[in-house]
């Protein structure tokens, strides 16, 4: 029968790939059968040295929740929660795989890791197939050489998916997205039964490491607190991203800052996001050198980055002195104000100043922590957040500029693949660009069409319009980086980016 060598296909995946004993094999195929409903099997013969040189699972689970679908096993809608489960049973269980891990990190943390996201493909937590989707392209012409991604991995709810969470109770187990309990859990729509983490420890405190499904770049995971508790910034963060560090040197590893506007998509539980890339901001120069006026960080090497928005530098071989004077920043930047340069750390309406921490390791050892300031004041022209996206570029991205995003790499939302295609069809003349006719998600585009057209005509070739278009991106995105910046490039802001570097005890060397 087809579905006995669908099933076989799957052992010998799990075999070659997952680790599966031979001793749990038998187990693990009758458990199969078990989901599948099947209560007869023939073992055939299959092509062994095929499924050795798969580097994801996508054509072994096809069928098997092909068979689930059409026979009455799983309904319409449910076909990846099958598949999760499917190649959650075949997994290792998480202690084996931290076993596993922890033996190889006591030999190279870097081997590790990558075993542990090679494993996390291998039963497709990370969505490989899904991930290669995505547009990506390095922005050249940039100043600082950004990096744009359009997210086209990432699927969207669909309306029987939102109909499914109309009326459905509050979870208070797990309590978020992104909580230890989540770990083979497949409730309210999060599918994790494949999930599999690393503890760890930072500051003292309980914390895990796991991959992130649809990654962004090379091993992008995220540092998670054992805890549901709230995302904050504060200088006990600086010691857990270098003690992270420490523990993963061949990684970055960063704080989203902890408000609305300007931090993440979760802001109820404490988490970090790293991984093995250099972003655009880890390769910007120092602009200006400066250095502490206090004696004992008087050898911490300071600078302000030549970057786009404000962000501080600092490198020490001394971990302790480091996490001291990066938190006698992050007090200071909480509690200052200039108003001179629309700068308010807090009002009636809580508090605004904040800061994205980053931490990575230099070849030689050191540490590197770089402090982006961030704020998150509103004002009349400005109701999203003055230092948010300005309204003229939101037809790009609207959303939140993250740590990600700030440090150079932009993930865009995948409704741009479409419209940006239609934007092509107006710069080769195959159709006549009226505004009053534009499609109401299209409208957001009108004033960049106009402004394309008016700049490369209607006659251009397939080539020049993508070019076109994509050049009219680096630059919108160059402008929305600039809008996050506090301290502007202008005198005034320089001067005042000095100002407050004094307020906390640093001059120029």
Request: include cysteine; proline fraction near 4%.
């Amino acid at each position: 029968m087809i579905i006995d060598v669908a099933v076989e296909n799957l052992i010998q995946y799990a075999k070659s790939h997952l680790l599966l004993d031979d001793l749990d094999e038998m187990y693990v195929r009758n458990s199969v059968l078990d989901l599948l409903k099947v209560d007869s099997y023939t073992q055939y013969e299959i092509d062994e040295d095929a499924i050795d040189e798969m580097t994801c699972p996508d054509e072994i689970i096809a069928p098997l929740v092909s068979y689930a679908l059409s026979n009455g096993v799983i309904k319409e809608g449910e076909e990846d929660y099958f598949a999760t489960k499917l190649m959650g049973l075949v997994s290792l269980k998480p202690s084996e795989v931290v076993d596993m891990f922890d033996d190889l990190h006591d030999h190279s943390p870097a081997k590790a890791f990558e075993w542990l996201h090679d494993y996390s493909i291998k039963n497709d937590y990370i969505k490989l197939t899904a991930i290669s989707k995505n547009k990506h392209w390095e922005a050249k012409s940039t100043k600082g050489k950004l990096e744009i991604t359009i997210n086209l991995s990432k699927p969207e709810k669909s309306n029987k998916d939102t109909a499914k969470l109309v009326g459905q109770k509050a979870s208070t187990y797990p309590a978020c997205a992104i909580c230890k309990e989540n770990v083979g859990f497949a409730g309210h729509g999060t599918l994790r039964q494949n999930l599999r983490y690393i503890p760890l420890t930072l500051g003292g405190e309980e914390w895990f490491w796991q991959f992130s499904p649809y990654a962004y770049f090379n091993q992008h995971g995220i540092a998670i607190n054992a805890e549901h508790t709230p995302m904050k910034v504060i200088p006990a963060t600086v010691r857990k991203l270098l003690d992270f560090v420490d523990y993963a040197p061949q990684y970055f590893i960063g704080c989203n800052a902890a408000l609305p506007i300007v931090g993440g998509s979760i802001l109820t539980h404490d988490h970090f996001q790293g991984g093995l890339k250099t972003l655009p901001m880890h390769k910007a120069p120092s602009l200006a050198r400066y250095k502490s006026t206090d004696e004992e960080f008087k050898y911490v090497d300071t600078a302000i980055v030549d970057w786009y928005n404000s962000v501080i530098r600092l490198v020490s071989s001394n971990k302790e002195l480091l996490v001291a004077y990066a938190g006698k920043i992050i007090d200071g930047w909480k509690e200052y104000s200039d108003e001179s340069v629309e700068i308010i750390a807090k009002d009636e309406n809580g508090q605004h100043n904040t800061l994205t921490p980053i931490a990575r390791k230099a070849p030689d050892g050191r540490y590197i922590v770089e402090l982006i300031l961030r704020n998150n004041l509103t004002s009349e022209k400005y109701p999203d957040g003055v230092y948010h996206v300005h309204p003229e570029y939101q037809n790009i991205k609207s959303e939140s500029i993250g740590l990600i995003e700030a440090m150079g790499m932009f993930i865009l939302p995948g409704r741009l693949d479409r419209q940006l295609k239609e934007v092509e069809s107006y710069l080769k003349g195959e159709k006549d660009f009226k505004e009053k006719e534009l499609a109401p998600d299209m409208k957001i585009h009108a004033k960049m069409i106009k402004k394309l057209i008016k700049e490369h005509g209607t006659a251009c070739s397939d080539v020049e319009a993508a070019l076109a278009i994509k050049e009219e991106i680096n630059d919108v995105c160059e402008h929305i980086l600039d809008n996050t910046a506090v301290f502007k490039k202008d005198a005034q802001g320089v001067e005042a980016f000095d100002r407050f570097l004094a307020s906390v005890g640093i001059v120029k060397a």
